[in-house]
T-cell receptor, first 111, second 116 residues
């Protein structure tokens, strides 16, 4: 079976750091994506990891451990505009390139 | 500017009615996808197409139909057989399927479908 788990909701304070976790169980693994989605809008690409380790891109970083089936998205210096849903998505070997999405984590940033 | 356009933004369906959601892209992408998004759930794949005149069922294809007559267009029809159609529908495209490379998806801004 295939399963991707993320926390449903998180709350953090402006200027702080927040870590959003994602665990997965899929038939094979060919990469993990993080997307950001503001309410009623299109998801936008944040990061892609296929090898173990940390990928840093400005205020956002993404980490992957393939042996643990685990990833996290790290957001630093939180801003109010970071309030959004964060979607974790995995590609398996035999998926024909299809992404399997987690349910998303709704992040609320408070002043 | 290149992008992916969905219309309409909001759509209402009556009982027994078929409705069609439009999706157009000018990114010259080969692959296109339709996802359904329900509150508290992840995006679920309805149909996808990797090339013109070819498409494959996703995980929840029942009650939906698609066509891919042109590279730029991938309309989705929600038929009367779909008994719970109220959801946010997202169309996406990519140059190649994400599984082959780190090919990311580009999403449209979505269509909210509601039942009257």
């Amino acid at each position: 079976g295939q399963n991707i788990d993320q926390p449903t909701e998180m709350t953090a304070t402006e200027g702080a750091i927040v870590q959003i976790n994602c665990t997965y169980q899929t038939s094979g693994f060919n990469g993990l994506f993080w997307y950001q989605q503001h309410a009623g809008e299109a998801p936008t690409f944040l990061s892609y990891n296929v090898l173990d380790g940390l990928e840093e891109k400005g205020r956002f970083s993404s980490f992957l451990s393939r042996s643990k089936g685990y990833s996290y998205l790290l957001l630093k210096e939180l801003q109010m505009k970071d309030s959004a849903s964060y979607l974790c998505a995995v590609v398996g070997y035999n998926q024909g390139g299809k992404l399997i999405f987690g349910q998303g984590t709704e992040l609320s940033v408070k002043p | 500017d290149g992008g992916i356009t969905q219309s309409p933004k909001y759509l209402f369906r009556k009982e027994g009615q078929n409705v069609t959601l439009s999706c157009e892209q000018n990114l010259n992408h080969d692959a296109m996808y339709w996802y359904r998004q329900d509150p508290g759930q992840g995006l679920r794949l309805i149909y996808y197409s990797q090339i013109v005149n070819d498409f494959q069922k996703g995980d929840i294809a029942e009650g939906y139909s698609v066509s891919r007559e042109k590279k730029e267009s991938f309309p989705l029809t929600v038929t009367s057989a779909q008994k719970n159609p109220t959801a946010f529908y997202l169309c996406a495209s990519s140059n190649r399927p994400p599984g082959r490379t780190n090919e990311k998806l580009f999403f449209g801004s979505g269509t909210q479908l509601s039942v009257l």
